[in-house]
């Protein structure tokens, strides 16, 4: 009862400020806010019923006796009822707080970052159905409606994505968006449908006690097909064009969707999963491998990008890469753990980044520079997020982040161990590589003029700040790694290796160093031969690798034309079809009118014309000429005379 | 018998086909002269020289007057369309075609005896057996009398309407017709 | 004395004549000549069917008298009217009067 209102209450707010929005104005901002606050505080009571040993859940039987097929060793009977509800274990509630806290917070921002805009309202409205699909999304005790809670937050990103869909960027990012992850979720129903259709149901714990310890061969299929689902909201690759471009929404959506929120639903996909990845080797390693792709592939591209977005939308991809990895490797703990921290300094990021292009109106680092004068809050909020991400300690980032390459590195994948400190290296110097150009140094365009943001922002930047710095405790040695242990009891509790605390700091550090040394003090270390062969290097990743260029020969390019043919076709039938009918109705209407004219009007006529003839001829006999009158009667004698029989 | 007939009938034909009205009346009074005459081969004397005195002397100089009174001598009478004279010619001849087929198949008894009704039989019949036509007749003479003056009474001044209840006609609301006082 | 039916053919031919000359004369005179003729024709008939026919009797000549007596009255009583209708109406010619005209 408590986990329904969790989602009801901002579905709520969604409901009043989609219908009453306009008339409530500022009002509808604080009422999604209270309803996000309100659901935070009852994830905060139902986390603390689920340490204390709680297991709340509530489910309903849905579409009575559906016959579905028992599997070999499925839980239930072949033939029971479809059951769905809700549950709360730790996972789901460690993903609340992180939903619900940082939505919060955002929530707060945008009421400072949208103020003005025409659809104020609506906005909330739509981050408020958000925040109830996500939230069902990880209630949810059975796959489908998780898949129902996937699909809206689906259309909630495209609906944020393009919000000012008058400009044709926005409105083309939100169609990319919902279409490449709608390839991914098509991969998920299939594996959802294959899945039930193997185990006759769709719950979790069915799903989980029906795939047992051993690997069946049928579940690697439906596994990965689910993987495609979590590739396209995770933005893996291949399937990740879509996040950069969505940067085109409002920063607020970028931070809590497209940072915190959703594109970590996949990887909560993942994690619930886990049991059957865990059954499935082969899809688990696929997953690691495409985790770990992503990551190396996204950080070099960010490592070029001069867009401050794209370079954070770039890291988000590598870092979900990083999670994906994770869990691959085997490491469930690790990756959920990094998940929570990257919530908290990647939503700072974001509405740090925010924060700076609602002062300054521009995004490009080449028009920014010296802004640490005037926006001191946002500058070292921003600072704290770059130094809890590139993992030094004691911050966020570097607990979470430094226990991945270990549990790669455990469970035997050398090769992936080194991809990753590889890339630990070049995410701190992406990241500082925006820091310093955007803060340090002097303005490069004297046009922008740049002020502080109101306290409404600001607050909301300080208190990520302080979570960026204090999300990794619970996970650290300090606390004898709580976290892991209470999200995955049964797992081996992790070691703290120092040398590789040790690799992965320096690797944070080098690349910081360089950054500095780069941007700041403006010296290139590299020697000018392989500058050359960097530059082709930059070049092709400041183009994202021609990715996109790449599916749109493949892809789109032949849809286009296919649809373009179809549709000539379509006018073709149609059109010749429609003036068919037209040409029918007009031969017809013609015939009628044919009709109408000579038989109808004919009659009438004849009708008419007989009348007057009878009358004209009867009139003959009014002539008012008295010998008319007498020949008549002549006439009638004779005639009577005839008849009375005398005849000559 | 058969000249007489044969004058009749020419006088007859004479009287409705005639242009010149007075030539009409002339013949006329041949038919009446002619019809005394078989009055006569019929051994109806007193009615014969009744058919005299009266028709030809009284009314055919009464028609003779009128004819002159409404200048029809002078003027042409046009005869009326060829098709209804063709047509009225048709109905006629069917007529008779009619009545004379029809007598002619009865047979009748020969002639009876040659008794004639003589004047005094006739007289004693008129007022014995016949008084009311007789009278009644008497009172009609005087009525048709009464009425043809009154008919023929010029106009007086301001009267609306004729006599005769016919509209007047504007030329004669005025002092009457010239051609009065016929009777 | 010629036989009943000459003088009924007689008279039919007469009476033929007059209804002829009733329907077709223009003038309202020549009408009433003609009606004189129907009268006259009537008479033959009547006074030989008196003499010649099955039943003789007087009554046939009285009838005829008395007809005779309407013949005249009639004649005045219809010149009087067409004395009156060419005051108003300026002709005597029947089908320019018609006034009864439906």
């Known amino acids: 009862m408590v986990l329904l209102w969790i989602p009801l209450l901002p579905l709520a707010a969604f409901a009043i400020n989609i219908l009453l929005g306009r008339r409530l104005g500022w009002l509808s901002a604080w009422l999604s806010t209270a309803a996000l606050a309100v659901s935070a505080g009852l994830s905060l009571q139902v986390g603390w019923a689920v340490l204390h040993g709680a ?75 958000f925040s109830a699909s996500m939230l069902l999304l990880v209630l949810a005790d059975n796959l489908l409606l998780l898949y129902v809670g996937w699909e809206l937050v689906g259309l909630c990103s495209y ?34 449908v294959m899945l039930c259709a193997a185990t006759g149901t769709v719950r979790f714990d069915g799903l989980l006690a029906a795939s047992g310890a051993a690997s069946p061969a049928w579940l690697t299929v439906p596994m990965l097909l689910a993987f495609c689902g979590t590739a396209g909201k995770s933005a893996q690759v291949p399937l990740h064009v879509w996040l950069p471009d969505a940067m085109e929404g409002p920063t607020p959506v970028s931070a809590l969707i497209h940072a915190a929120t959703m594109v970590a639903a996949g990887v909560y996909l993942v994690a619930r999963l886990f049991g059957l990845f865990a059954a499935a080797p082969a899809a688990l390693h696929v997953v690691m491998v495409i985790g770990t792709v992503t990551a190396v592939f996204a950080a070099t591209i960010a490592c070029v990008m001069t867009d401050i977005k794209r370079i954070l939308a770039y890291s988000t991809i590598s ?46 680092l080449g028009q920014l520079g010296g802004l640490f004068a005037k ?89 990520l700040a302080a979570a960026s710095v204090a999300a990794g405790w619970p996970g650290s040695p300090w606390l004898d790694h709580w976290l892991q242990r209470v999200l995955a009891p049964h797992e081996a509790a992790p070691v703290f290796v120092p040398w590789l605390a040790w690799l992965s700091t320096a690797a944070a550090l080098v690349g910081i160093g360089y950054a500095w040394l780069r941007y700041q003090r403006g010296i290139a270390l590299v020697p000018l031969p392989v500058r050359a062969w960097g530059l082709w290097f930059v070049e092709m990743a400041s183009r994202k690798f021609y990715i996109d260029e790449l599916y749109d020969w493949m892809i789109i390019q032949p849809f286009v034309r296919l649809t373009a043919a179809l549709s000539h076709m379509d006018q073709w039938a149609i059109d010749g079809f429609v003036n068919l009918v037209g040409l ?34 009867a009139r003959r006999l009014q002539t008012g000429y008295v010998q008319q009158y007498l020949w008549v009667t002549a006439a009638a004698v004779v005639a009577l005379a005839w008849c009375g029989g005398c005849r000559p | 018998m058969v000249v007489l007939s044969a004058g009749v009938v020419l006088a ?29 081969t019929l051994e109806a004397e007193f009615l014969a020289w009744t058919q005299l005195l009266i028709y030809v002397g009284a009314v055919l100089t009464l028609i003779v007057f009128a004819i002159m009174l409404t200048s029809g001598m002078g003027q042409g009478t046009l ?77 007086v001044k301001g009267r609306a309407t004729d006599p005769a209840g016919l509209p007047a006609a504007p030329g004669a609301a005025q002092a009457g017709a010239p051609r009065s006082g016929a009777d | 004395m010629a036989p009943l039916s000459a003088y009924l053919v007689l008279s039919t031919t007469l009476f033929c004549l007059g209804v002829y000359g009733v329907l077709t004369r223009r003038n309202a005179v020549a009408i009433l000549l003609a009606i004189e003729l129907i009268l006259n024709a009537a008479n033959i008939n009547l006074v030989a069917f008196g003499r010649l026919g099955p039943a003789p009797a007087a009554g046939a000549q009285i009838f005829a008298l008395f007809i005779i007596a309407l013949a005249a009255c009639e004649a005045v009583v219809g010149l009087a009217i067409i004395l009156a209708i060419y005051r108003t109406a300026k002709t005597v010619l029947a089908d320019q009067v018609h006034l009864l005209k439906g």
Request: glycine share 10%.
């Open chain 1, 159 to 192: 609906l944020l994505i393009s919000f000012w869909f008058e400009r044709p960027a926005a409105a083309a990012a939100g169609r990319k968006a919902f279409i490449t992850t709608r390839i991914g979720d098509t991969g998920l129903l299939i594996g959802l």
């Open chain 1, 584 to 617: 029918a109705g007009i031969g017809l209407s013609e015939l009628k009118d044919l009709f109408d004219r000579h038989v109808v009007d004919f009659g009438v006529n004849a009708l008419a014309r007989a009348i007057r003839g009878v009358g004209s001829l």
């Open chain 1, 55 to 129: 297991a709340p859940a509530l489910s309903w039987s849905w579409l009575g006796e559906l016959g579905l097929p028992a599997a070999p060793g499925a839980a239930q009977a072949g033939g029971a009822a479809l059951r769905l509800g809700l549950q709360a274990d730790a996972l789901t509630c460690l993903m609340l707080l992180v939903v619900t806290v940082v939505g919060t917070l955002i929530h707060l921002y945008s009421v400072g970052y949208m103020a003005g805009d025409p659809r104020y309202s609506r906005f909330f409205a739509y981050l408020s159905l």
């Open chain 1, 375 to 463: 926006m001191r809050i946002t500058a070292l909020t921003m600072l704290v997020a770059g130094l809890a991400m590139s993992g030094i300690f004691p911050l966020a980032g570097f607990w979470s982040k430094e226990e991945i390459p270990a549990v790669a590195w455990h469970h035997g994948h050398p090769a992936v161990f080194w991809c990753l400190v590889v890339t630990s290296g070049l995410t701190a110097f992406y990241i500082f590589r925006l820091w310093f150009v955007t803060f340090a140094g002097k303005p490069r365009d004297p046009r922008v003029h740049a002020h502080e943001s109101p306290a409404v922002m600001t607050v909301p930047l300080v208190l």
């Open chain 2, 79 to 155: 005869a009326s369309a060829s098709a209804h004279r063709a047509r009225s010619a048709a109905v006629v001849a069917l007529f008779w075609l009619v009545t004379v087929g029809g007598f002619s198949q009865i047979s009748w008894p020969a002639a009876s005896t040659t008794s004639p009704y003589t004047v005094p039989v006739l007289g004693q019949e008129l007022l014995t057996t016949y008084l009311l036509p007789f009278e009644v007749i008497s009172v009609v003479l005087l009525a048709a009398m009464v009425g043809a003056i009154v008919i023929g009474l010029a106009h």
């Open chain 2, 12 to 40: 007859g034909v004479a009287t409705v086909s005639l242009r010149n009205l007075f030539h009409a009346a002339l013949s006329l009074g041949l038919v009446l002269v002619g019809t005394a005459g078989l009055f006569l």
């Open chain 1, 319 to 364: 870092q979900l890469g990083f999670m994906m990895a994770a869990l691959g490797a085997g490491g469930y703990a690790a990756g959920m753990f990094h998940l929570t921290t990257h919530a908290c300094f990647k939503a700072l990021l974001f509405l740090g980044a925010g924060s700076v292009i609602h002062a300054a109106h521009v995004q490009e």
